[in-house]
């Protein structure tokens, strides 16, 4: 079995649509953990934040998402359920959307990441595509 190299992720990763400028950062805290930051620039303002986490626990990593305040926003699990090479999949089925998040590396500057999950009565894919900077 091929792992999924956590280390690969460490860095600024950026999107341009058009309309707003979505950004990643990792950066490696230990062996066990990898602290990232997401959210959207439009123009000079930050219009949305997201505090990341991937930490180590037992045999399986545990993909931690928070939105609005580090010390205030709830902090949601999703447990990794699938890996690869160059995939890694963490999914909680208890949270209404996304149940699942997936970052798909298509190379060393190529990043592919979506979400997926119930929305509206159908099965919803929020892709985004980032470019390491």
Do not use: C
Not at 38 to 53: K, P, S
Request: hydrophobic fraction near 35%; glycine fraction near 6%.
């Amino acid at each position: 079995m091929e792992y999924f190299d956590f280390n690969r992720l460490v860095g600024v990763w950026q999107s341009h649509d058009g309309m707003s400028n979505q950004i990643e950062e990792w950066s490696k805290e230990n062996d066990l953990q990898w602290i990232g930051k997401g959210y959207v620039n439009d123009g000079l303002d930050t219009t949305f934040i997201e505090f990341l986490t991937i930490q180590k626990q037992g045999d399986t990593f545990i993909f931690y998402t928070q939105v609005n305040n580090l010390y205030t926003g709830e902090k949601v699990p999703f447990a990794m359920s699938l890996q690869s090479k160059d995939r890694i999949e963490f999914s909680n089925p208890d949270y209404s959307f996304p149940k699942k998040i997936v970052y798909e590396l298509k190379s060393d500057k190529e990043l592919v990441i979506y979400m997926e999950g119930p929305k509206d009565g159908k099965l919803t894919r929020i892709p985004l595509r980032l470019i390491k900077q």
